[in-house]
């Protein structure tokens, strides 16, 4: 009540930030005549003059009205488009480096060019990201011309291709119009680049695991905008980015445990948090969490494994691996689906993207998930894989100097932009009032009754020409609402995953006359629908009707299309305004408000008119997992007959709770994943720093000596320790340690007159000083420099690499313990610090060994490792190994494993990969260290 008091007087903060920039828009509309007034030249070397006011240190906040001013001109000149006062304001709210939310069709494409314009001028370099390749190529041949016109380059960043925007190259195909080839990174060299999210996340984890300076592609992260950023930052934002290489292990174990699966028998489902009554069974193997998607075997499913597999103890850390396994194996069978998780295509399990809905070729679940779905069809088992280099998009974008994101739908998800990357929206108000019409959901109890009135829906609005995008939340409910429009005669396009080339097109045409579109998640589709058909789109199909291909057809034949197209859009627009615009039907809602406002903004863009309406069942997903028992009770009472909806404010509020209660879940998610990478963050960033500055070639001499030293002193602890007589040395061990170390043989005779410890230290310390000047009197000053640096970068990268794997292990061993009263999170800090020590202890052993005993044959060129390693990388979106998702609590039933710790029962540190201290040979992770409690 206050607040809306309050509002009325002082205005929202968004009202109040758009207030204050009003006299920057007076300022820029004010330069307007002025611009106009220039020549082409002219306004080109307008950007000159600019840059050089950047270079002599002006603030580009000082500079803004008249950059934007200049751009705005260029985009009238050049795209026949004059940025409107609303687009002014979501540039300058770009530039402060704050998410502008503005809705569907407002324009964002174009709003980017003005405070990539501006900032470009400081020749930092200006990303922009965008949440596919196909948009990334869009974008910068539909704004190239403008940035052309400016003087600036555009450089275009695609999956394994890189381009650079030139209006003089000529090519065949009009899809690559002004595409001219690269080098990645010149792409990265040019004013503007734009791209996807991942191809910039990827190149940065390769640019950080290069051998040589001017193999690397990016430059320093200057500005970033992104497009659709609430896609990006927070969907995407769930699976980290990993490149990973094979690991040598086998795959029959996938296959041996995918045939005990199917003989385990589910004891319960877990829903809400709760066991579920009805499913709950007294004798069972094990217990699915559909919301944590995770499984746990319960103690009855453990020893049923045994059995099965003829083991005597599952925990037992032989078999520790096979433990991973069926858990792996039971999620792949009871929490994914065929054609709604993935989809089998020519004998390769293919990802469909949770959130888009479309296939993601090429991308793998870790951690063996991958493989155990593979082994559950029956197709080629491809072969594990090993974590090389991983970031979260949080951590990615965390590093640029500013960063900044437009979306039609950020304002519910505001809170975690905030908390997670400092950023701040802004509404900026449409151009045209929204006229759309948000009907109130209804409710059926069957999801067959739902399906029913929404195909009458569409039929009735249908037989009128109305044209209707509906969305689904799978692909699977997309293809029973297909079989039923199917059967009732209704034509129809389905987008989904299996279309996903022509998805621009069909998209495209989704507000002609008559159209009934279906789609799965409309999220980042980035094609604007126009009320009557896209004529520049529908030229391509007149053109295909003319036995022409519309990617290499002359531009005489493309003019006539176009205008044949318009022929036919014009007058389709003016009937489907009169239908009232287009209908959106939803057929469930989605896990967030959010991805509901996207489908629901795809109608009423720029003042056209529209429709919406949600259609729901207490068979959808969202009701039955979240929200089922207070609806359920509501609809009780209120008495529901077949075939009838309910349309009641409890209901809507209470699915309105339901959706909340996922969001915050979802961040929590979120949250947990990123609170887990930070630790790994610091780490790489200490590990990415202190390579970079091995390849910027910074002398590493210093560093090598304060090592020496280290282990020096450390190999004297061993043998002659401080507290120890002279008498008690092992000098026979230390002269063999020494030797092992250092390449050195220190005469028996010397030791004789050291009495002291500080004595002895000396003496050691001097020899071995001096057998390193030995070597590089022998080798030369500057090829020691080299060698320095080169056996650094490779033991960092052989060690890091392991790191990443015990890593790995760790989660996944955080994950299997009972939580107890420890918190998971603090241990896992704990022993990721202790690993990382370990680490850096491992690296400087290995380094100075190397630099003591390598032999360098002169004139031969160092080796590095062979890049052709490269060509067995995959680059991969993963979940992260061995996480429950929401910190989620363990079932009672969860058995808790030991906590490793890297120690000795004599409390020596002992690193993962040293031989075990029982002497069994095996390597200490394998041993031991899964024993310890
Ligand atoms: P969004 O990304 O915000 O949904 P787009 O960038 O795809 O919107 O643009 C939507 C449509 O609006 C495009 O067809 C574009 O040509 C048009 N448009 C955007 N800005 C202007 C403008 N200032 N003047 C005329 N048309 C514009
Ligand atoms: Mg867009």
Redesign the pocket.
Known sequence: MISAILRAVFGTKHERDVKRMQPAVAQINALEPEMQGLDDGGLAAKTDELRKRVADGEELDDLLPEAFAVCREAARRRVG????DV?LIGGMVLHEGTIAE?????????VATLPAYLNALSGKGVHIVTVNDYLAKRDAQWMGPIYQALGLTVGVIQHEASFQYDPAYVTPDVRMTALRPIGRREAYAADITYGTNNEFGFDYLRDNMRFSLDELVQRELNYAIV?EVDSILIDEARTPLIISGPAEESTELYFKIDRIIPKLKRAATIVEGKLSEIEEQKAGDFIVDEKAKTVSLTEAGIVSCERLLGIDNLYDPQHIDSLHHIQQGLRAHSLFRKDVDYMVKDGEVIIVDEFTGRLMPGRRWSDGLHQAVEAKEGVRIERENQTLATITFQNYFRMYGKLAGMT?TAETEAEEFAKIYKLDVTVVPTNRSLIRLNNPDVVYKTEREKFNAVVDDIRERNDKGQPILVGTVSIEKSERLSALLKKRGIRHEVLNAKYHEREAEIVAQAGREGSVTIATNMAGR?T?I?LGGNPDFLSKEILRKKGLDPATAAPEARTVAVEEARRITEPEHQRVVERGGLHIVGTERHESRRVDNQLRGRSG??GDPGSSRFYLSLEDDLLRIFGSQRIQSIMDRLGMEEGEPIEHKLVTRAIGTAQKRVETHNFEIRKHLLEYDDVMNKQREIIYGMRRQILDGASQADTVAEWIEDIVGGTLDGYAPEEAHAEEWDLPALGEALHRQFDLRIPPARYEDVVSRDGLRELVTDAVKARYAGRERELGTELLRALERHEMLIVLDTQWKDHLLSIDHLKEGIGLRGYGQRDPLTEYKKEAFDLFQDMVERVKGAVVERLFKVQIVRDAPMELPAMTAWARTQEMRGEVPGERPGGSPPLSIAVSRPAPAPRTPTGVKIGRNDPCYCGSGKKYKKCHYLQQG
């Open positions: 488009m004059r940025h409107f687009q503005m809705a569907t069709g407002e324009g964002k494409t174009l497009d039609g980035g604007d126009l863009r720029q």
